[in-house]
């Protein structure tokens, strides 16, 4: 999936996000765009994207829609989670290293971006704290994994500063369905890059899809 507004620095990104009537000011980046509403936050926009993604998918012919899975790595990993919970339908998730999972943990305990953009944000904007936390928990992948019934592989690396391993064991505590984790003990955000790509294809042997 092309991600709103995104891209330009790794890949191209042809797919815009409109401007926001009345955005509050925000922290270079995306974790504080829109962040003082649940209704104009970006990620609200971003994950419904990802929702129909699964629905686009699932309206092809060809498609065996018992048999559709959704994966990502990092951001892409915290979308699989949260388009997996609401859609509810799809056969597996495979969050790989996944973001947008325990945001007031993360934004507490790395000071790299993207998390380092919320704590900036309160940084500088003192009164807001409770606010933005309060906007952040109806995005945060806490609250999606309790309602995802459908197996699940995750994967973390120890050694990770962008997306901590505590903040992805949080998401994977809370996961409703059957699940295991790969844990990479000497990775930093890179993960088990090929190594989780072949434990990504047995997982979805076992499970006949």
Request: aromatic share 12%.
């Amino acid at each position: 999936m092309d991600t709103r507004g995104q891209g330009s620095k790794w890949r191209r990104g042809d797919t815009p996000d409109p401007e926001l009537q009345g955005g509050n000011p925000q922290y270079p980046g995306f974790m504080t765009r829109g962040v003082l509403s649940r209704e104009t936050y970006y990620y609200r926009r971003l994950i419904s994207d990802a929702v129909r993604a699964i629905e686009t998918a699932r309206s092809h012919d060809g498609i065996d829609n018992d048999r559709i899975a959704v994966t990502g790595i990092s951001q892409g990993g915290g979308l699989a989670i949260a388009a997996a919970a609401l859609d509810g339908r799809v056969a597996a998730a495979m969050p790989d290293v996944p973001f947008l999972c325990h945001f007031r943990r993360a934004a507490t305990i790395t000071d790299l971006s993207p998390y380092k953009e919320i704590a900036e944000y309160c940084h500088t904007h003192r009164d807001r704290e409770n606010q933005v936390f309060g906007v952040l928990d109806y995005f945060d992948n806490l609250h999606f994994a309790k309602r995802a019934g459908m197996p699940a592989l995750f994967s973390t690396a120890l050694m990770d500063h962008i997306c901590p391993p505590s903040t992805v064991f949080a998401a994977y505590n809370h996961w409703k369905g059957k699940k295991q984790i790969s844990t990479y003990t000497f990775n930093g955000h890179e993960g088990g890059e090929g190594y989780q790509f072949l434990e990504q294809l047995d997982f979805l042997q076992g499970l006949g899809i």
